[in-house]
């Protein structure tokens, strides 16, 4: 998977019937639909662990729940708190900010 420099790719690597994954998947959307403002510029993947297996071994991600953004594994087998995960997406939307206002320079 080749990283869009445009965009902030969430992939969860999830299981059906996993609580903590359906937790991440709705604390995922809370936090998408509070970044609002951003939603064209992220996109969020849901890799179920038995079908998507090529992206899981690519990743490296072996535990459910499991989360990248933009290509980095940032959690493998827990729960973060939806404060950090927030925290690590609007850090990766300023690089994007950042990005963008050098290429117009």
């Known amino acids: 998977m080749v990283v869009n420099v445009n965009k902030v790719v969430i992939e969860l690597l999830y ?5 903590a ?7 995922v959307k809370s936090i998408l639909t509070e ?3 951003y939603s064209e510029n992220i996109d969020f993947i849901t890799l179920d662990l038995f079908e998507d297996n090529h992206r899981v071994v690519e990743l490296g991600m072996y535990k459910c729940p499991s989360i990248a953004i933009n290509g980095t594994v940032h959690f493998i087998g827990t729960k973060p708190t939806k404060e950090e995960l927030k925290n690590l997406i609007t850090c990766e939307l300023s690089k994007l ?3 963008n206002a050098e290429n117009r320079q």
Do not use: Q
């Open 35 to 37: 970044l609002n403002e």
């Open 97 to 99: 900010s950042d990005i």
């Open 21 to 27: 994954c359906i937790d991440i998947i709705e604390m």
């Open 15 to 19: 299981k059906n019937g996993c609580p």
